[in-house]
């Protein structure tokens, strides 16, 4: 803490403890926010992050210690009062109505009674003055995943708040659309707001706050200037060992041909969705192809018409392993071998308040129903195997938990995710199609999934990840494609794959130049 | 100033099982503060509504009588309910299932033997299925909304009946009353012990039921699948669960036990088809599922104790020269304090005051 200034810090903690039951979630910590200041919170799943944030946000109640605001001791028991006192909060799983327009979900948030074109032109003024470019008259479901939080941005601007805090706020943002974050955030600094940033992505910690505070099982490991600290050192205190890193090397020569798509198109299903066309798409064993794109380009429909979820009138336009699949639902593509990770744990991947094993069972009752099910036409799960298999995949994926089975809905992102992937890696699938595998993931259990990635493809599967995130995408890739309004680029292997070029076929320059120069600056940025 | 409900961080388990005690002794509040207005002695009151009819032995027969309809109403509501389908139709497939079934003895009063009887409950459910198989069609065709389709139905199902008990299936030897021939006792649903009261074998189907659809959500992929659907489509549907599947799953079954409890009413506790053979039952079963926490073992405590009120209600006109709508009222109130008790789980109430306007302004 060399920079100590002399002035009272705008929040601090003083051994703020949660304890559920026999865990201590935070224990006793002490974390000073000083006026005009981005304040980095690192740590990783699990650390305690939520759980200090939810309190400072009125959301949970500390067991012990106490929270200072302009250095006298508050009570925040709800987050109305949080917000009255002067707290913002940006959550990481947006609460939007997706039918109602962003004017109409902003003055949903807002106490008391306000026209609803007072608020249109006053969210238009902040979204002009804070460079988040928003229609207030557009539909919440049109809109991509960037857009969507910067309403909730604009959303606790208008509450005037002193300090926002903001969960992994870029998980979801393409390299352009983080920029523009980052610039929002510079000038939310220099009007003298502080910011507490919670995030995993190292080098954006470095990138914008002043000061950083590290978390591992609940307890501060690391107060520093991240600007001080290199990467590595910074990934040391928040998982306390060396990070892996994931090799690559060793995917061999691509083999058979197990996935093709051949000019695969598919309407939008409703108003608010993408439409795909003539998609083209080669996948062979041994192989990791990367689909990247920013949100909301068709990255859910084409996965939708991968897995089956939705199917395809051409049944030759999708063949798997050279079967007509196309036609088939996501059962019947299971039991050819394939697997599947949507991008939404939560109600898509797993019910939230249904316990692990059900969640093991969800899907793979039928590729594994001899294991699984008893009794014949009774079709009764048998829950011996069922739990020892739930088991199995904690151990190998490292799923952090509490009881033996709990809700899949109480487990921390990360170690869900690591659970869900767990799910489909245990049954050695041929094909293994993800979409957004670590999107709000600690850097520790991302490099745990995306290293069971490579090592399933190594071993003879093919492997599609579709990814926003670029870092992830040079991590694991043998070849990359771009989405962009429900098209996809020609793979080209990850070799010769630059970051400019990518930032180019996001933004819909087919052939790779163009001449979107801002396009092309910002992914230079990087 | 207005009142906000704010979801709970973590509800209590001990309320989550206290919850239908609780309404339980808030709805015997309420019916004391009633009967007060009413001008009788509260306790008096709730004795003769509440306690009265367990004292006799023909008056406990008749408590299981009015529950097995409600029970076997209930344990398909509460399958359809958890999947997320809201059949509120009940009362229709009661009554066609007590018209299917009654085909039997009426248009073939010859045929008396062993089989008329499991031929009669087997056409009750069938009756009742097809019934509930119109809202779960139209909703999974057309998209409509299977509350209203299944309620209004239950209209139609009533006026049919009224049509035939007085039409063409009335007795011709019936003095032009309404109502169809007393049916054989071949065609009877029996009475458990003849000798001590009314009590008839409806009941055991009833609980028999209810431990099968017990079982069946508790340990079987079907019921999973009820179980995923009903929480969570998108999930069901990366399962690849048909929620098509599942609502006609849910309707034909809930529409298939409703029927079979119309028809057991009808051979069992009335012994021919009149023009109206239900008090309600269809729709009493609705708090019968709630009540149960939609559990098929919970329904069959939770039909005890709507039944109860159906006796009570009589009991107090009796008695107290009350109205018998007394019993709807404590149905009512039960229902409203279930409802209010898990929402008050899962919520708290927080009153708020005005407060300062928020940055974009905020008069009016």
């Known amino acids: ?526 | 100033m207005r009142i906000e409900l704010q979801k709970r961080p973590t509800p209590s388990a001990l309320y989550a099982v206290l919850s239908p005690f609780i309404a339980l002794g808030l709805t015997l509040i309420a019916g004391a503060i009633m009967f007060t207005i009413l001008g009788k002695n509260p306790l008096d009151a709730l004795y003769s509504f509440f306690i009265e009819p367990l004292t006799e032995v023909w008056s406990i027969h008749e408590l299981t009588v009015k529950a097995a309809p409600l029970i076997l109403i209930a344990v398909g509501l509460s399958v359809c309910y958890r999947s997320n389908n809201w059949n509120i139709g009940a009362e229709g497939q009661f009554i066609v299932g007590g018209i299917l079934g009654s085909l039997v003895p009426i248009l073939l009063p010859g045929f008396q033997n062993w089989l008329t009887l499991p031929l009669m409950l087997v056409l009750g459910m069938a009756g009742g299925a097809a019934w509930g198989a119109i809202p779960a069609f139209l909703k999974t065709r057309f998209n409509t909304n299977e509350i209203l389709v299944s309620l209004m139905l239950v209209y139609t199902a009533q006026l049919f009946l009224d049509w035939l008990a007085r039409g063409v299936l009335r007795d011709p030897n019936g003095n032009n009353f309404p109502g169809s021939i007393r049916f054989p006792s071949a065609a009877q649903l029996p009475e458990i012990m003849p000798s001590q009261g009314s009590a008839h074998y409806g009941i055991l189907l009833a609980i028999i039921a209810a431990v099968i659809i017990w079982f069946m959500l508790r340990f079987t992929l079907n019921g999973f699948q009820v179980r995923v659907l009903g929480a969570n489509p998108r999930a069901g549907r990366f399962a690849g669960f048909s929620q098509t599947r599942m609502t006609f799953f849910a309707f034909l079954l809930s529409g298939g036990l409703a029927g079979l409890a119309g028809i057991a009413e009808v051979s069992g506790a009335i012994g021919q088809l009149r023009e109206t053979i239900s008090p309600g039952y269809g729709f009493t079963a609705i708090i019968v599922a709630f009540l149960g926490r939609l559990s098929p073992l919970g329904a069959i405590a939770a039909g005890f104790m709507l039944a109860l009120t159906y006796l009570g209600g009589e009991a107090a006109q009796m008695t107290l020269g009350v109205s018998d709508k007394v019993g709807r009222v404590f149905q009512g109130l039960l229902l409203f304090f279930v409802l209010g008790c898990d929402t008050l789980i899962n919520y708290q109430v927080r009153l708020v005051l005005r407060k300062a306007a928020p940055a974009a302004g905020g008069q009016g």
């Open chain 1, 1 to 526: 803490m060399q920079n100590q200034r002399t002035e009272t810090p705008l929040l601090e903690t003083r051994g703020l403890t949660k304890i559920f039951g026999s865990l201590r979630a935070c224990d006793g910590i002490d974390l000073a926010i000083a006026p005009g200041e981005i304040h980095a919170l690192l740590g990783e799943n699990g650390a305690g992050k939520s759980t200090l944030v939810k309190m400072l946000f009125g959301v949970l109640d500390p067991s012990a210690g106490e929270i200072l605001w302009k250095g006298k001791p508050v009570r925040i028991g709800s987050p109305g009062e949080a917000r009255a006192t002067g707290v913002g909060m940006v959550f990481q799983h947006f609460s939007l109505f997706e039918a109602l327009t962003v004017a109409e979900n902003i003055a949903l948030a807002l106490d008391g009674k306000v026209a609803i074109d007072r608020i249109s032109e006053e969210a238009r003024r902040l979204s002009l003055e804070y460079g988040l470019p928003l229609d207030p008259s557009a539909h919440v479901a049109d809109l991509s995943v960037g857009e969507r939080q910067r309403i909730e941005i604009v959303r606790s601007l208008l509450q005037n708040p002193e300090l926002i805090i903001l969960d992994e706020p870029t998980s979801v943002l393409t390299p352009q659309e983080a920029d523009k974050l980052f610039e929002t955030l510079a000038k939310l600094k220099a009007e003298g707001r502080s910011v507490l940033y919670i995030s995993h992505r190292l080098e954006e910690v470095q990138r914008i706050c002043d000061r950083a505070t590290v978390l591992r099982h609940g307890k501060v490991t690391g107060a520093c200037d991240p600007r001080q600290e290199t990467p590595s050192s910074l990934a040391r205190m928040m998982v306390g060992g060396e990070v892996a890193e994931i090799s690559g090397a060793g995917l061999g020569e691509p083999g058979e041909v197990l996935v093709e798509v051949r000019k695969l198109s598919a309407p939008a299903r409703t108003p608010f969705a993408v439409a795909l066309r003539d998609v083209d798409l080669t996948v062979r064993a041994g192989e990791v192809i990367a689909i990247a794109g920013v949100a909301g380009n068709g990255q859910s429909e084409l996965f939708d018409v991968l897995s089956g979820e939705v199917t395809v009138s051409d049944a030759d336009s999708l063949r798997i392993a050279d079967v007509p699949a196309g036609r088939l639902g996501i059962t019947a593509r299971r039991l050819m071998g394939c697997s599947f990770v949507p991008e939404e744990r939560h109600g898509h991947a797993a019910v939230p308040n249904m316990n692990l094993s059900g969640n093991l069972v969800l899907s793979r009752y039928a590729s594994d129903r001899e294991a699984f099910l008893t009794g014949g036409w009774l079709g009764l799960i048998s829950s011996g195997p069922v739990a020892a298999a739930t088991k199995r995949i904690s151990a190998a994926m490292d799923v952090r938990k509490s009881l033996e089975d709990p809700p899949a809905g109480s487990l921390s992102g990360g170690n869900l995710q690591k659970f869900i992937v767990g799910r489909e890696l245990d049954r050695q699938p041929r094909v293994l199609v993800v979409n957004q595998p670590t999107w709000g993931v600690d850097a520790g259990a991302a490099s745990r999934i995306r290293q069971a990635l490579v090592d399933l493809a190594k071993s003879g599967s093919a492997v599609i990840v579709i990814s926003q995130d670029l870092d992830e995408v040079f991590e694991i890739a043998s070849s990359i494609s771009v989405i962009n309004e429900g098209q996809l680029s020609k793979p080209e292997p990850a070799s010769g794959m630059t970051r400019e070029r990518i930032g180019l076929l996001m933004g819909g320059f087919h052939d790779g130049t163009g001449h979107g120069t801002e396009t092309a600056e910002a992914a230079h940025a990087n």
